[in-house]
C-alpha cells in the first residue's frame, strides 16, 4: 500500500523560498507519475506540478518559472523547489502518486504553506 508524507511547508515571506518534500513507500517508485497539489481555502484542490516516472514535467500557468518539480527514484522522493513566493501560493500542498496508466492514486495528508509578511 503507497504512503505519501509531506514535509518542508511553513510561514515565508513574500517573494522567499521554500522546498517541499514527498516520502513515497509502500511500492514500486517507478512505477508512479507524481504531482503537487494545493488547495486554498475556499477554493478547490488544483494542480501545481507533475513529473513522470521518466522526469518529465508539467506546471500549472500560475507557477510557471517559479516553481521546480524534482524526483530521486533512488531515495523514492519528490521535491517541490518554490521561489518568488506569493500570498496567493498559500495553500495547503498535497503529494499525490498515480500508478502508470491506470487511473488509481494516492493522496498525503498534506502541508500547509503560508506566504505572508
Known amino acids: 500500500q503507497v504512503q505519501l508524507v509531506e514535509s518542508g511547508g511553513g510561514l515565508v515571506q513574500p517573494g522567499g523560498s521554500l522546498t517541499l518534500s514527498c516520502a513515497f513507500s509502500?511500492?514500486?517508485?517507478?512505477?508512479?507519475?507524481m504531482a503537487w497539489h494545493r488547495q486554498a481555502p475556499g477554493n478547490q484542490r488544483e494542480l501545481v506540478a507533475a513529473?513522470?516516472?521518466?522526469?518529465?514535467?508539467n506546471y500549472a500557468d500560475s507557477v510557471k518559472g517559479r516553481f521546480t518539480i524534482s524526483r530521486d527514484n533512488a531515495k523514492k522522493m519528490v521535491f517541490l523547489q518554490m521561489n518568488s513566493l506569493k500570498p496567493e501560493d498559500t495553500a495547503v500542498y498535497y503529494c499525490?502518486?498515480?500508478?502508470?496508466?491506470?487511473?488509481?492514486?494516492?493522496w498525503g495528508q498534506g502541508t500547509q504553506v503560508i506566504v505572508s509578511s
Open positions: 499525490f502518486a498515480n500508478l502508470i496508466s491506470t487511473s488509481r492514486g494516492t
Open positions: 509502500g511500492s514500486i517508485f517507478n512505477s508512479y507519475n
Open positions: 513529473i513522470t516516472s521518466r522526469g518529465n514535467t
